[in-house]
């Protein structure tokens, strides 16, 4: 029973922080309909920012994550501007390509400037836990956790109270009808893809502390974000929040009661599965939206 | 050139690379040979993926898997009953297309991303698999091939040969299926899916064959591959690398092409080869993934299209120039051709070939179509009118089944298809053209016509679109609506009137015993609409049975009876032409509605 | 108010406007009639730079806005309600209005202050303030859209056929405000299917055909015209002289103008 309760608390930790780290991936393909295949790579840059300051610094590797995260607002606005805005105009089909190619580039770019050598932020917190009885609360999985709570918060408390938030969610709903009160349709949209580039920022740095990465790490990561949108149904940011928490609970759960060599595997396995009997995601959220044309 | 010529170099030139590349083992050099068996598996594999990224359209991102598939699946059989990998080389073929199979269920209900999404997963799952089966796999230590039997003199003959065949028959199975009506399906399927489902392409089933045809050889590939590496280890077998490359190869040669991912891959081997031997030390790996990422990021950006089509394109503009094109030129007001003679169909006892009864559409709070019901005659011209938004055009989708009725039922010949998808009532006997005419911008005319099917029969699906019966029917009906000189045209380049009668001669292949056509006067020249009118009185006498919508008065009034009136998504008027213009109730519809002013005067403000 | 010269325009396929004149009075409700694909939206999407003239010129109160990108001619004072999903249907109708006012959105206080006007003038607007615009019917849609487009306080709003799909009643509503847009000094250009509807409102009417202007006349004097209905009922007759209906449209020269008349 502990062990069920501790996996449980371990999984729903972890799954806050997918969700943030998915967010960016999410808010991209729902406003634009742009599979973000750069979005492994662009998490991994985030984590060896925030590494590579706390080495320099000794600084807390998370509150670091507000560099990394300003640092990769500037990356999504090239990535933007330069590559996908780019590749919609001759051929929108080809965007995931392009982007697929940005992160294969880009981890050799990351391999070269940071090495290969497996790498990880030690704060002092780093392998210390709070003890509830006879639970044990990693340390840094909840000031993670709780870090991606407040900037998921954020993100939404943006989307939803601020004029640059209204002028996303209105192209999403209608690029035509946001001509038409004035809004500048590329700006917000580069806006938008920087924006998401930031959370990845921040996550980043949960990354650099609660994981050992190497360049070539983005692989499996992308996996786990294209899992955490498939499980809520792409697009949807609650969706996303909601399928994090499953797969960090089915991750912790394999890796307690099956085997720890599973547990990579546990994101394709839910990907396949959920694409082949539930393609509209856990909750009801459909791939394709249906215009209604009177 | 001419065209005796330019048939002997298409025939020609691929015969005589053939002879070339089979000569090179002879020369002993095992650089070379090497370098060419990694750049036949690379055309394999880009080959393969274009069947399905670049006809179909569903991009693919993990499709080396099924070199891995095949790699294992014949290692493992091998190892198991101790015979060659060559003999169970095809095993591994199978195993390829029986995963693509599985993987297509995918693309039954959702487009794009989720494709993406589910190959990707597929290689990356496989690779822990492999990993992780350590009893069957030998896990991440590998497993090891048995040795060649054959001597040392002959150094990798075997190999090189039977890679060579492969990339033959791959070649041979992209420029078959490319010219089947399963090919231009597929290329149908990639231009506009649901226009696709419309004209009888059983999207399902070819994108499952798609996929498979896309995988088969490929697992062949990657099982003599395997053996050619001597060691299967999961890194290598399952590498995400070697997909990238097969993406480029195909992008860069020009997707959707026989020859592009050849090309392609003949291309970038060799350039990756160089690269090699010239990125030494520590940094090797990551300078080629800079170098593969950036080039693949070049090609999208500067050459999306491709070099082969990049060069046709070329070639085909130095060759019109000069040349009127077919647009510019005015269709004679001939005499039309002898009406195309239609399938007789089995017909029921009912007089009514299509009944809407109570049928309604809402869109959210918005009601398109309201309790609303007709019938059209076997043998009429039925025409429905109505003003803008009175949902004629939602009616024609509910007929076609684009939209599903949000209540009432639709009966056609007998029987109810409300329920149908929009490809089982095609099969059933409705066709339909569009307001704004939907062709497939990648094919010609003739293939745009060729690809419409009236029933699903398999055996169809591996028919010649460009030779053969289904051509010459294609022809005989882009004669009779007037465009016989169009044939090779692409789609696009044709008029917006003549796209309309492009689509009308689309609908006809299908041979339906119902048409439906959405405003086929809108938009053209007077010239084209005598033309529309007499081609639709022609097919009529010959017993077609058609619904029109159309806002020309002076043609839906002399060509149509009965004519149906719409009015805010109900019926208000139906009757003979004559009636339905002295009606009041009709008038009032078109010149606005009184009851809303009175509404309006009654509110009081005014 | 607004003065169009020569203008030729269209969308990729071809050229809908074929040299169209066109101006409208300031402070007057001039509705557009004339039969389908005669070029009447066109006409608004030209004038709010959704599409651009090929020829000819645009010009607000003297000066030119023809080529202006959609937000410049919102900014020189011209809002256009678009046919169809005008509004954010996921977002509220406060986001909706709030996005009304994306241009003066620094200015905190006038917004606020033209969204409080506002909801006096459309109650609906506070009532449902909270509510998906999705939520609400098509008639309190369009509501929603007329006081969207008044909150920078334009010189001109465009409707591009405001009664399409709605019930009398809704239409009643649409009639109303239009008006109430119009008295609180504000010009009003619109297209409208609905030809007796459209120029009972309106003062002035336009009767286009083929990308022309056909007529230009106060609507009294335009709905008084015996052979209206006949210009309605032969989408393809040629541009003619208008007091020479084509013989064999159907109807034509059977209206009754008695009849028509009882209706004014």
């Not at chain 3, 006349?217 to 210009?231: G, N």
């Amino acid at each position: 029973m502990t062990l069920l309760l501790q996996t449980l608390i371990f999984g729903c930790l972890i799954g806050g922080v997918y969700a943030l780290m998915s967010s960016g991936f999410t808010l991209i393909f729902g406003v634009m309909d742009v599979i973000n295949l750069a979005q492994g790579c662009l998490l991994i840059t985030g984590a060896y920012l925030s590494w590579w300051m706390w080495q320099r610094t000794g600084l807390d590797p998370l509150l670091l994550g507000v560099l990394s995260s300003a640092a990769l607002y500037g990356i999504g606005w090239l990535l933007y501007k330069g590559v996908v805005a780019r590749v919609q105009r001759v051929d929108p089909g080809l965007t995931l390509v392009a982007t697929f190619a940005v992160a294969v580039a880009g981890e050799g770019v990351i391999a070269l400037v940071f090495g290969t050598s497996d790498r990880s932020a030690t704060p002092s917190y780093f392998n210390t836990s709070f003890h509830l009885g006879s639970l044990s609360v990693p340390k840094a999985q909840l000031y993670a956790c709780i870090g991606a709570l407040v900037v998921l918060g954020g993100l939404y408390a943006l989307l939803r109270g601020t004029f640059l938030g209204r002028a996303i969610r209105a192209c999403a709903s209608s690029r035509g009808g946001a001509e038409l009160v004035g809004i500048d349709v590329e700006r917000a949209m580069a806006q938008m893809f920087a924006l998401g580039a930031a959370t990845t920022g921040f996550g980043g740095a949960a990354l650099s502390v609660l994981y050992q990465f190497l360049p070539d790490s983005q692989d499996i990561w992308i996996g786990r974000v294209l899992c955490v949108v498939v499980l809520g149904g792409l697009g949807s940011l609650p969706g996303a929040l909601a399928g994090a928490v499953v797969l960090g609970l089915g991750e912790a759960l394999t890796s307690t009661y099956w085997d720890v060599r599973w547990t990579t595997a546990v994101p394709y396995m839910l990907i396949l599965a959920i694409l082949l009997l539930r393609p509209q995601g856990l909750f009801g959220i459909t791939l394709r939206r249906e215009g209604a044309r009177a | 050139m001419t065209a005796r010529n330019r048939r002997l170099l298409r025939r020609g030139a691929p015969a005589l690379g053939v002879l070339l590349l089979a000569l090179v083992p002879l020369t002993g050099d095992i650089y070379y040979q090497n370098m060419l068996i990694m750049t036949f598996v690379l055309a394999v594999l880009a080959s393969g993926w274009n069947t399905m990224a670049g006809y179909t359209g569903y991009v693919s991102l993990g499709h080396s898997a099924f070199i891995g598939i095949g790699a294992y699946t014949a290692g493992v059989a091998s190892a198991h009953w101790g015979v060659s990998p060559f003999l169970v080389a095809p095993l591994g073929g199978v195993a390829a297309a029986l995963v693509a199979l599985l993987l297509s269920v995918v693309t039954r209900r959702t487009r794009g991303p989720a494709f993406v999404i589910v190959t990707f997963a597929l290689l990356e799952l496989l690779g822990l698999t492999v990993r992780n089966w350590t009893s069957v796999t030998g896990g991440s230590k590998g497993l090891l091939m048995p040795l060649p039997t054959w001597g040392v003199d002959i150094q990798d003959w075997p190999f090189y040969y039977t890679l060579l065949g492969l990339l033959v028959l791959a070649v041979a199975l992209a420029a078959g299926i490319a010219r089947t009506k399963l090919g231009i399906g597929l290329v149908a399927i990639r231009d506009d899916e649901d226009k696709a489902a419309g004209i009888g392409i059983s999207t399902p089933a070819y994108k499952s064959l798609a996929f498979m045809a896309s995988a088969v050889l490929v697992g062949v590939a990657g099982a003599v591959y395997g053996y050619y590496v001597s060691f299967l280890d999961p890194g290598a077998m399952f590498d995400i690398v070697l997909s990238v490359e097969a993406v480029l190869a195909a992008l860069m040669g020009g997707r959707g092409t026989v020859w592009g991912p050849v090309l392609g891959a003949f291309i970038l081997e060799p350039l990756s080869e160089v690269t090699n031997s010239h990125l030494g030390g520590s940094d090797a790996g990551a300078l080629r993934l800079v170098f593969f990422g950036g080039l693949l990021l070049a090609v999208t950006l500067l050459l999306p299209r491709g070099i082969l089509p990049q060069a046709a394109e070329w070639l085909r503009r130095r060759r019109t120039r000069g040349a009127t094109s077919p647009v510019g030129r005015r269709l004679a007001d001939a005499e039309l051709p002898a009406t195309p003679v239609m399938r007789p169909r089995a017909q029921t006892e009912d007089t009514a070939l299509l009944r809407l009864t109570g049928v309604s559409r809402r869109f959210g709070g918005l009601v398109a179509v309201d309790d609303c019901g007709f019938e059209v005659t076997r043998g009429s011209i039925t025409a429905l009118i109505g003003p803008n938004g009175s949902g004629k055009t939602t009616v024609f989708n509910l007929v076609d089944g684009t939209y599903p009725v949000t209540a009432g039922r639709i009966d056609f010949d007998g029987r109810r298809i409300d329920q149908l998808g929009p490809t089982r009532r095609t099969f059933a006997g409705i066709g339909r053209t569009y307001q704004l005419p939907r062709l497939f911008p990648s094919l010609t005319v003739l293939q745009n016509v060729a690809a419409a099917c009236g029933e699903f029969r398999p055996g169809n699906l591996l028919r010649s679109a460009v030779s053969g019966a289904e051509a010459a029917r294609a022809t005989e009906l882009l004669e009779f609506v007037g465009l016989g000189d169009y044939l090779t045209a692409r789609a696009t380049d044709l008029s917006y009137g003549q796209r309309k009668l492009v689509e009308l001669a689309q609908v006809l292949m299908l041979e339906p015993q119902l048409i439906l056509l959405d405003e086929p006067c809108a938009g053209i020249n007077p010239t084209l609409i005598r033309r529309m009118a007499a081609l639709i009185q022609a097919l009529n006498r010959a017993g077609q049975t058609f619904l029109i919508v159309e806002h020309d008065m002076n043609f839906v009034l002399s060509l149509s009876d009965p004519v149906v009136v719409l009015s805010r998504g109900t019926v208000i008027a139906h009757g003979a032409p004559d009636d339905i213009s002295a009606d009041e109730q009709v008038r009032e519809a078109y010149l606005g509605a009184d009851f809303a002013l009175d509404a309006a005067t009654a509110g009081g403000t005014a | 108010m607004i003065e169009m010269h020569s203008v030729v325009a269209g969308y990729g396929g071809g050229d809908v406007l074929q040299g169209l004149d066109l101006s409208v009075r300031p402070g007057t409700i001039t509705c557009i009639v004339g039969p389908n694909g005669a070029g009447k939206s066109t006409v608004l999407r030209a004038i709010s730079g959704q599409i651009h003239p090929r020829e000819g010129e645009i010009r607000l109160a003297g000066s030119a806005i023809h080529g202006h990108s959609p937000a410049a001619v919102i900014s020189a004072g011209i809002v256009q309600v678009p046919q169809h999903n005008g509004l954010f249907a996921d977002l509220t109708v406060r986001d909706n209005m709030l996005l009304g006012g994306y241009l003066i959105r620094r200015d905190k206080a006038r917004l606020r202050r033209r969204i409080a006007e506002l909801e006096e003038v459309f109650p609906i607007v506070r009532e449902r303030a909270d509510e998906k615009a999705a939520n609400l019917s098509g008639g309190q849609r369009r509501i929603v859209e007329f006081a969207r487009a008044l909150v920078l306080e334009p010189r001109m709003v465009l409707l591009d056929e405001p009664t399409l799909g709605l019930d009398p009643k809704a239409s009643a509503l649409v009639f109303d405000s239009t008006r109430m847009m119009r008295d609180l000094g504000t010009t009003v250009l619109m297209v409208e299917q609905n030809v007796r509807f459209g120029l009972r409102l309106a003062s002035h009417g336009v009767v286009m055909e083929r990308g022309r202007v056909l007529l230009a006349d106060s609507s009294e004097a335009l709905l008084a015209r015996p052979d209206m209905a006949a210009m309605f009922f032969g989408s393809s007759a040629p541009p003619a002289d208008p007091a020479e209906p084509e013989p064999g449209t159907g109807t034509g020269p059977g209206t009754d103008p008695q009849r028509e008349d009882a209706h004014l």
